[in-house]
């Protein structure tokens, strides 16, 4: 490992290293593009674990539904847990990489070999501790998804102070997640098809990507080596309390963190409604799903520009926030007029604006963590991004658990009726719980969040005064 640029306990200046970046200028184009791969391995294993996993484990595995369910479930609880603790850690680590860079190389090496191991876990005809294993297998893959992540989102605050600068550093990361999305959700299942479709094919595709996944860690890390660094702050004339107290009384970042919730239990309800809504409503199968993915992966890439483009005009990362919340719950109402009749060109197109609306989401949430970050050194005088990456992210885990949990429960209220042989005719009520689920609750969850928004007051003139 290589020496880190690093900074004095407290300080947000030049880093004192040879060779590194100026905060306060733009950033190289290779480290921008070397930061972002590494969300592309772990947006490949994220949408391909959503929305292949569950049925693998119920169809090939042999694991009821139910048991899936608790599963999954508790493993988003451990998730939520470790996430500050994985925070704290990176905050304390000393090595000559820095603080947050050795955790990409060991969190991709955990998530590659959990994602391959998810997908070559014994059934339960295999073996009687089928179930015990595979529970074991999906902690190992949080694990792995939590030891890389948290450090990573940490990155952004220490590599520049410029308020503009930290939205073009995130656009790179829009991309990586546009080109992971396009992998996961729609390549995913069509390479599974292409091997079989059966539990072969599932297997082949683990082991590729699984390989993406680690080369997409590697590249992330060897590209950041010159990457800015802060050094974690060991003494402070704040008790634990007071510095508890500050982090709770960051007003820019809790609104944050009640912002990225509704907005993923928005998408955690959306999708876990929307291939019900492919199959009933609108009449079509896997191959369609795999055409949506396409078209809202394609959204995604070309709307991060846009975003970038009106955010380097207006000024105001808050403003577009809200303009891309306001234009996601417009899409998802739409949801409400389709149909079965309705042509695959209109529906596609669908995909395609909220892949544009789900760019500028991205792109402005993350953008806008780093400033609350900031605001946090600034008021106390401590280093500790992780911990609050670490909070941010297990708002991520616990929008997923509630939002999935939620959705089943309403079908299961409304009345919709559970099969082992596909498709089956479902009554009214369960229909129009469907429509609700891709279309109203998640608008609402939206709209709720542009109130929300309004509160935000950390503004680009605050931002740069605080890294002075």
Not at 180 to 194: D, H, N, W
Not at 272 to 299: E, P, T
């Amino acid at each position: 490992m290589t020496d880190a640029p690093a900074l004095s306990p407290g300080e947000d200046s030049q880093p004192k290293a040879a060779g590194a970046y100026d905060p306060a200028k733009a950033l190289p184009l290779l480290l921008c593009i070397g930061w972002g791969v590494g969300t592309f391995g772990i947006s490949v294993m994220f949408n391909s674990v959503n929305l292949l996993l569950q049925r693998y484990a119920t169809d090939f595995l042999g694991i009821a539904a139910a048991s899936y369910g608790v599963i999954y479930f508790l493993s988003k609880i451990y998730d939520a847990i470790t996430d500050p603790l994985m925070g704290a850690i990176s905050d304390r680590t000393k090595s000559r990489a820095g603080r947050r860079r050795p955790y990409l190389i060991l969190g991709g090496l955990v998530s590659a070999a959990a994602f391959i191991a998810l997908f070559n876990a014994p059934s339960i005809e295999e073996t009687p501790y089928a179930i015990a294993i595979f529970a074991g297998l999906l902690i190992l893959y949080s694990t792995g998804y939590t030891i890389f992540n948290v450090p990573y989102l940490a990155m952004p605050a220490e590599m520049t102070t410029n308020y503009l600068e930290r939205a073009r550093l995130i656009s790179f990361r829009v991309y990586a997640i546009g080109f992971g999305s396009l992998a996961g959700l729609s390549f995913a299942p069509m390479l599974v098809a292409m091997w079989g479709g059966g539990r072969e094919g599932h297997v082949m595709l683990a082991w590729i990507y699984g390989a993406l996944i680690l080369i997409a860690s590697i590249t992330c890390f060897a590209a950041t080596r010159q990457a800015r660094a802060t050094t974690n702050v060991e003494k402070s004339p704040l008790s634990r309390a007071e510095k508890l107290k500050l982090i709770f009384t960051n007003k820019p970042f809790m609104i944050l963190v009640g912002v990225k919730t509704l907005h993923l239990a928005s998408l955690a309800v959306t999708q876990a409604a929307f291939i019900y809504f492919v199959v009933y409503v609108l009449d079509k199968g896997y191959g369609a799903l795999g055409l949506l993915g396409l078209a809202n992966a394609a959204g995604m890439l070309v709307g991060n520009p846009l975003w970038y483009w009106a955010a380097k005009r207006l000024r105001d990362k808050r403003i577009l926030y809200m303009c891309a919340s306001v234009f996601a719950g417009l899409v998802l109402l739409s949801w409400w007029f389709s149909s079965a009749s309705e042509p695959m060109e209109v529906t596609m197109l669908r995909k395609f604006l909220h892949g544009i609306t789900t760019a500028g989401s991205l792109l402005f949430g993350q953008a806008m963590l780093p400033d609350a970050i900031a605001h946090d050194a600034h008021r106390s005088g401590l280093r500790r991004e992780g911990i609050f990456a670490g909070i941010f992210t297990t708002a991520e885990k616990f929008a997923f658990a509630v939002g999935g949990a939620i959705t089943g429960i309403f079908l299961g209220l409304m009345g919709y009726i559970s099969s082992t042989t596909g498709a089956t005719d479902q009554p009214e009520t369960a229909i129009r719980a469907i429509y609700l689920c891709v279309s109203v609750l998640p608008a609402t969850l939206l709209f709720f969040s542009v109130l929300l928004l309004t509160q935000y007051n950390l503004s680009e003139d605050q931002v740069e005064a605080a890294a002075r």
